[in-house]
């Protein structure tokens, strides 16, 4: 598991960054999971999928960095299914499918469930609606419910 602390911060700030921009273009491109829609990420998600932080670093948003991690394991998935790639026993997947199988995506159960089904019904032919379908309740739940909390926080709202 890997600690941020105050020499290590900015490499966490770096990956929310790339979250809120992955976010935007979710919105502003797809309207919800679109292929590569992941561009914006730079870094590993598995680096910080279960990241803890130090005393000294409590201002790193530990809930946006998690979540975000995890919509981007979701989308290698997504994508991989996109290419009509396989998704069970695919290679490039494989450090992905330890670690849901280590349980570090147990935070985010509702997208640790997709991905498990995803695999399951793979070979998915790509006319199949059932990903796409699968991923906008979590699409609507974190980056959608992202952006209508930061909307509905106007401290001047009359």
Known sequence: MH???????????GAIR???LMYFDMAESYEGFGH????????????????ETDEKAHYVDLNLLHAGCAM?????????WGEEQGLAGNTY??????????????QFPDIEEVIRAAVARDPMPLDDPWFDEA???IYRKYVIGLFARLAAADRHRA
């Open 3 to 13: 600690t941020i602390t105050m020499s290590n911060y900015e490499e966490a700030l």
């Open 18 to 20: 790339d979250i809120l």
């Open 36 to 51: 590569n829609g992941d561009v914006a990420i730079r870094f590993d998600p598995l680096q910080f999928i279960d990241a």
């Open 72 to 80: 981007a394991v979701l989308f290698q998935y997504y994508n991989c």
């Open 93 to 106: 997947l494989a450090k992905y499918q330890t670690a849901l199988d280590e349980g570090r995506l147990g």
């Open 135 to 137: 991923v906008a309740p």
